[in-house]
Nanobody, 125 residues
Framework: QVQLVESGGGLVQAGGSLRLSCAAS????????MGWFRQAPGKEREFVAT????????YYADSVKGRFTISRDNAKNTVYLQMNSLKPEDTAVYYC??????????????????WGQGTQVTVSS
């Protein structure tokens, strides 16, 4: 069992930056692939970024590539999402997720076993 708690969301102006954190419980964090997803009002949850268990492999949605960076610190049981050059269309609730398929780096949300409660990111124009 893995419990995930996101933090770092907030209100920022377009062009600004935020760093989201996701703290995980459990001693097996380093064996899980991790991902970030987001859901805007009235829209389906969509993939943002993912990172393999070791951190060696990352994969991004086209909409955030070059602006967002996913990373992890297995010693701290934490995964991060650095978001730069934010746009109003990035406004959403951001969720982190964990998959027991440790080398999975993809956007299929059904592969992920555990989810956090989400953190709101609002980008004003």
């Amino acid at each position: 069992q893995v419990q995930l708690v996101e933090s770092g969301g907030g209100l920022v102006q377009a062009g600004g930056s935020l760093r989201l954190s996701c703290a995980a419980s459990g001693r097996t964090f380093s064996s899980y692939g991790m991902g970030w997803f987001r859901q805007a009002p009235g829209k389906e949850r969509e993939f943002v970024a993912t990172i393999s268990y070791s951190g060696a492999i990352t994969y991004y949605a086209d909409s955030v590539k070059g602006r967002f960076t996913i990373s992890r610190d297995n010693a701290k049981n934490t995964v991060y999402l650095q978001m730069n050059s934010l746009k109003p269309e990035d406004t959403a609730v951001y969720y982190c997720a964990a998959t027991s398929v440790s080398d999975y780096v993809g956007g299929n949300l059904y592969i992920y076993d555990y989810w956090g409660q989400g953190t709101q990111v609002t980008v004003s124009s």
